[in-house]
């Protein structure tokens, strides 16, 4: 059984800050951190694949398979490989190829999996070259 209440990501604390009631700076480092990673700390990866099976309009019907990308844990939905879910820490570029080597229609990878920006852009390049279309959660 997956859990899904109203997303498994945390969302922004978006209620205003008082500046009478002390240190503003602090809070609103507090509240950035606290975005560092998104995926609520009791969720799985399954989890979060079916809440992004939810949000794209695929059914929940669509098999589920875990595939193996350089060793590392992904999900293919679908039976050709509609959605590939990565939420695997430290992906790298040969990770991307090899993602893309599954042929799916969107590779869905989480924020947090990327080491910084630029690592985010190179996968992003990668999966526009092999016609892939690259969703972040």
């Not at 609520?40 to 193996?68: A, I, Q, W, Y």
């Not at 350089?70 to 992906?91: F, Q």
């Not at 947090?112 to 070259?129: K, P």
Request: glycine share 4%; proline share 6%; hydrophobic share 45%.
């Amino acid at each position: 059984m997956f859990k899904l209440d109203s997303s498994n990501l945390k969302t922004w604390d978006a209620a205003p800050i008082d500046p009478q009631a002390g240190d503003v700076i602090g809070e609103l480092a507090n509240r950035m951190n606290a975005m560092i990673h998104r995926v609520k700390p009791d969720r799985s990866d399954l989890d979060m694949v079916f809440e992004v099976m939810l949000k794209l309009g695929v059914p929940l019907d669509f098999p589920v398979t875990e595939v193996s990308v350089n060793g590392k844990t992904a999900y293919s939905v679908g039976e050709d490989c509609l959605l590939l879910v990565c939420l695997i820490p430290d992906i790298q570029p040969e990770d991307v190829e090899q993602m893309a080597e599954y042929a799916p229609a969107k590779a869905v990878i989480s924020r947090d999996s990327f080491a910084d920006d630029t690592a985010m852009a190179n996968a992003w390049y990668i999966l526009r070259d092999r016609g892939v279309d690259l969703k972040l959660v």
